[in-house]
């Protein structure tokens, strides 16, 4: 949480914008904007570095999750820091490949900084002659294989719901899925 951090100065004080009169005739005045310097300085700080803040590789932790939903991405808190900053900082190549098998692959490696496999029975094909047979298989499957570090610091059930969540928001309803996560 944000608040008063102690020791912060502020570059402006607000004694210092008053007009004479108040400075010189009124210490009670000078006193009462010095408190205030106190409060306003934290938000002074952030507005001075505002573009360290919506940098994710610069962003305070605590910030980083305001960041991510302003992207529209989801990270799961369990996940290291490292992957929270990079999902966010790839928040616009995660949207531009969304509803792909790249996409998917990269959003599972974001997710668990494993390896990940994924084979389909897709397949996509044109043909200038009517009733010609489609490619792939007539009933739609995904699987999804993730091999991760084994110091990741997840517990395996834990890891395998989030995996199983990002599959099923990826792909489209009716289509079949089996996960399966091992360490390596």
Request: net charge negative.
């Amino acid at each position: 949480m944000r608040g008063t951090v102690p020791g912060l100065g502020t570059p402006y004080p607000l004694h210092t914008l008053l007009p004479a009169v108040y400075q010189e005739e009124d210490p009670f005045i000078v006193r009462f904007t010095t408190g205030l310097d106190d409060v306003l300085a934290p938000v002074i700080a952030t507005l001075d570095n505002l573009e360290s803040y919506v940098d994710p590789l610069l962003a305070p932790e605590d910030f980083l999750s305001w960041l991510a939903g302003w992207v529209g991405v989801t990270v799961n808190d369990n996940a290291p820091l490292p992957l929270h900053r990079a999902t966010v900082a790839r928040a616009a190549e995660l949207h531009r490949l969304r509803g792909t098998v790249a996409g998917l692959r990269t959003a599972l490696e974001l997710l668990t900084g494993g390896d990940v496999e994924i084979t389909d029975s897709g397949g996509v094909t044109w043909s200038d002659s009517p009733g010609t047979p489609a490619p792939g298989d007539p009933n739609p499957w995904v699987r999804v294989h993730v091999r991760v570090p084994a110091d990741l610091g997840w517990s395996p059930d834990a890891l395998h719901a989030a995996v199983e969540a990002a599959v099923v928001a990826a792909k489209p309803a009716h289509v079949q899925h089996a996960v399966e996560v091992t360490t390596r």
